[in-house]
């Protein structure tokens, strides 16, 4: 009898996702192979799926080694090491396909993430509350910076040049702020003006990423970079402005998507970077300022979304936060007071910065 088969996958959510349609190819391939996945990097987007949820674990799960490795044979799928990848012929979940199943380039379906109630309901409040700071209606999610960027004092700043630069970034939100509500999906804080502004933005601590997936699900747009977002778009069907420098649209994102706008802000003018390939800094060197934009290039972004969100609307709904609650302890009858958990204040205290 053949051993079943025990793949690690590593690195970013985005990844993660970019390995399911591979895995469910798989699946209906191989029903001899009872496979499992050790997330190195996290299941949070494994789980709830109808089929792969109970195959995937992580990596720190109790005796994860005697129960379920030991007796399976361990495979690493790398897409970067994909010949196709790094000469530019297929995309990240294409290169995981190839890996896994070893057929070619071939076309794939989307992904899918399965939400839980309690998670969309987090979510619905965060998107509530911010429509009903800001007045407005329209809700876009902006990731700025992908996972390479780095706080450095003031500044902020991503070597593989995947991110924003800061300043384009400001000016661009400091447009959109004034006609639509504006989420940032960002782990460091951003000021867009001095003192108190007339249109707020929301930049809310939100940890966990399932609850940043609702909000992109009930928002009206995303824009973005070459990070995680831009996949959860794509499986969750939404639309999504992208705006790339260092990276090819081929490879990490999806350039013939109705869905999608890229802004190929890199095109002609990149160097490919061997990302695990090969530690050489000259690559990025190279593409140090293929991100940064000119005045065109933040009219043509802008212009991009307005035309995905249409016109201005103002919000009319009635926000109602979620009411603090008793419960009774049935063992001991002690009431305890709870606070109902809205998305925005999950993993911190307060509100999220508007």
């Known amino acids: ?7 690690f996958i590593n690195g970013g959510a985005g990844r993660v996702i970019s390995s399911i349609p591979a895995f469910i190819n798989y699946e209906k391939d191989n029903p001899e192979d009872d496979f499992i996945i050790v997330c190195e990097g996290g299941m949070d987007f494994y789980k709830g799926h109808p089929t792969l949820h109970k195959r995937a674990f992580d990596n720190w799960h109790k005796n994860l080694y005697e129960e379920k490795i030991k007796n399976r044979n361990c495979i690493s799928p ?14 990240i979940a294409q290169a995981f396909d190839i890996e896994i199943n070893k057929k070619g380039i071939r076309d794939l379906e989307d992904p ?40 450095n004092g003031d500044l902020i700043i991503d070597g593989t040049s995947r991110s924003f630069n800061l300043n384009d970034l400001v000016e661009i939100v400091n447009t959109l702020k ?12 951003i000021t867009l003006e001095e003192g108190q502004s007339k249109y707020p933005v929301a930049q809310p601590n939100i940890p966990d990423i399932r609850i940043w997936a609702g909000i992109i699900e009930i928002a009206d747009h995303f ?9 959860i778009v ?83 709904g009635t926000y109602k936060p979620p009411q603090q609650t008793q419960e009774v302890c049935p063992t001991h009858g002690v009431v305890h007071n709870q606070q109902a958990q809205p998305a925005q204040i999950l993993g911190h205290t307060g509100k999220p910065k508007i």
């Open 78 to 91: 790398e897409p970067y090491r994909v010949w196709e990848y790094y000469n530019q012929k297929c995309s």
């Open 223 to 231: 824009l973005g970079c070459d990070s995680v977002g831009q996949h």
């Open 234 to 316: 794509k499986a969750l069907g939404g639309t999504a402005t992208v705006v790339l420098g260092a990276t090819y649209p081929v490879n990490v994102s999806f350039p013939n998507n109705d869905n999608f706008d890229i802004i190929d802000l890199g095109a002609d003018k990149r160097t490919y970077s061997p990302i695990r390939l090969t530690m050489e800094d000259m690559p990025d060197r190279l593409n140090d300022e293929v991100m940064m934009m000119t005045d065109e290039d933040r009219k043509l972004i802008v212009n991009t979304v307005k035309k995905r969100l249409g016109q201005s609307e103002k919000y009319t």
């Open 178 to 189: 004034k006609e639509y509500a504006v989420i940032m999906m960002s782990e460091i804080p």
């Open 112 to 151: 899918t993430i399965h939400l839980f109630k309690p998670e969309i309901a987090q979510a619905y409040n965060v998107v509530e509350e911010v429509k009903s700071v800001t007045g407005f209606d329209k809700v876009i999610v902006v990731q700025p910076f992908g996972r390479a960027v780095e706080n």
């Open 1 to 7: 009898m053949e051993r079943s088969t025990a793949f």
